[in-house]
């Protein structure tokens, strides 16, 4: 018997009860990812991410498979009503053949997903300037955390495809041990491209914390440039503050003006030296 069920079926009357108390238990025990190999029988169960939508929502499918039958429980009702089309089209084909056509298909639009996704970072990264800092910064968040749902599913399939080729229980041949591969070699490789993704949106985010730090830095040092030219604007103001008996400038009469004056003249002397020493 080969068929795709909901994940609400699993207690169906198509199934024995021994089957039935099987997946019952193994749902009771596990809520993560698990490849396990049984004298009788493989239980797989993992939870599925789309990799075009990148919304993260753990869908689980549940897969047991023996000798004579290959059930497969999906909980997105989208995805059912794909995989059940599949298997309708394909009944005549053997267990094996429909195990690979199943993982195949699942995967089947990922790597276009993924450089998709990558196009869209790179626009996001190209509009940077335009946009503010608040949103970039959102968006790489959002990035990061959709790469990260990515790459645990991935390895999810890393697992379970690591699982098939021991062939503990020898269910597969050699001819479909190969084409196993074949899905596990193109897993890593999606994996690969989801790590390469996940590189460069660090690196995004590196130099977004660059850029903040330049401007930060840039101004400090025009606090630092105000803080030098009334520095010594200050001292002066301070030193004919004190109002001693017997400071001639105070009765001067042009006095208030060449004070006025003297701090203009140093104020621009600093200015001078400032702009020659590429200090702004």
Same mark, same amino acid.
């Given at each position: 018997?080969?068929?795709?069920f909901k994940?609400? #079926? %699993?207690?169906?009357?198509?199934?024995?009860?021994?089957?039935?108390?099987?997946?019952?238990?193994?749902?009771?025990?596990h809520n993560?990812?698990?490849?396990?190999?049984y004298?009788n029988? %493989?239980?797989?169960?993992? @939870?599925? *991410?789309?990799?075009?939508?990148?919304?993260a929502?753990q869908?689980?499918?549940? +897969?047991?498979? /023996?000798?004579n039958?290959?059930?497969?429980?999906i909980? /997105?009702?989208?995805? *059912?009503?794909?995989? &059940?089309?599949?298997?309708?089209? =394909?009944?005549?084909?053997s =267990? #094996?053949?429909?195990?690979?056509?199943?993982?195949?298909?699942l995967?089947?639009?990922?790597?276009?997903?993924? @450089?998709?996704f990558?196009?869209?970072?790179t %626009?996001?990264e @190209?509009?940077?300037?335009?946009?503010?800092?608040?949103d970039?910064?959102?968006?790489?968040i959002k990035f990061r955390? #959709?790469?990260?749902?990515l790459?645990?599913?991935?390895?999810?399939?890393?697992v379970?495809?690591?699982?098939?080729?021991?062939?503990?229980?020898?269910?597969?041949d /050699?001819?479909?041990?190969?084409? +196993?591969?074949?899905?596990? =070699?193109r !897993? &890593?490789r999606?994996?690969l491209?989801?790590?390469?993704?996940? &590189?460069?949106?660090?690196?995004?985010?590196?130099?977004?914390q660059?850029q903040? &730090? !330049?401007? #930060?830095?840039?101004?400090?040092?025009?606090?630092?440039?105000?803080?030098a030219?009334f520095?010594?604007?200050?001292?002066m103001?301070?030193?004919?503050?004190?109002?001693?008996?017997?400071?001639?400038? +105070? =009765?001067?009469?042009?006095?208030?003006p060449?004070? %006025?004056?003297?701090?203009?003249?140093?104020?621009i002397?600093?200015?001078?030296? *400032?702009?020659?020493?590429?200090?702004f």
């Amino acid at each position: 018997m080969n068929k795709i069920f909901k994940f609400e #079926q %699993i207690n169906s009357n198509e199934l024995n009860i021994n089957t039935i108390n099987i997946l019952n238990e193994h749902l009771t025990k596990h809520n993560a990812t698990v490849f396990e190999v049984y004298e009788n029988y %493989i239980l797989v169960s993992f @939870d599925y *991410f789309n990799s075009k939508t990148r919304i993260a929502k753990q869908k689980r499918i549940l +897969l047991y498979f /023996d000798f004579n039958n290959l059930l497969i429980f999906i909980e /997105d009702h989208k995805l *059912f009503n794909k995989f &059940d089309q599949l298997f309708k089209e =394909n009944f005549h084909r053997s =267990n #094996q053949e429909l195990l690979r056509l199943f993982f195949i298909e699942l995967i089947s639009e990922d790597m276009e997903n993924i @450089d998709e996704f990558e196009k869209i970072i790179t %626009i996001a990264e @190209d509009n940077a300037i335009k946009d503010s800092k608040k949103d970039y910064l959102n968006k790489i968040i959002k990035f990061r955390k #959709q790469l990260l749902n990515l790459k645990h599913y991935y390895n999810q399939l890393q697992v379970i495809f690591d699982g098939f080729l021991e062939n503990e229980n020898k269910y597969f041949d /050699d001819e479909a041990l190969r084409k +196993l591969n074949i899905i596990h =070699n193109r !897993i &890593d490789r999606l994996q690969l491209g989801v790590l390469n993704l996940r &590189d460069y949106v660090t690196q995004m985010r590196e130099a977004y914390q660059s850029q903040i &730090d !330049i401007e #930060q830095n840039n101004l400090m040092k025009i606090f630092t440039l105000i803080t030098a030219i009334f520095l010594p604007l200050t001292l002066m103001v301070g030193w004919y503050g004190m109002n001693f008996k017997y400071m001639p400038e +105070l =009765n001067s009469l042009y006095g208030y003006p060449i004070f %006025i004056a003297g701090s203009i003249i140093v104020s621009i002397v600093l200015l001078i030296y *400032f702009k020659k020493k590429h200090w702004f």
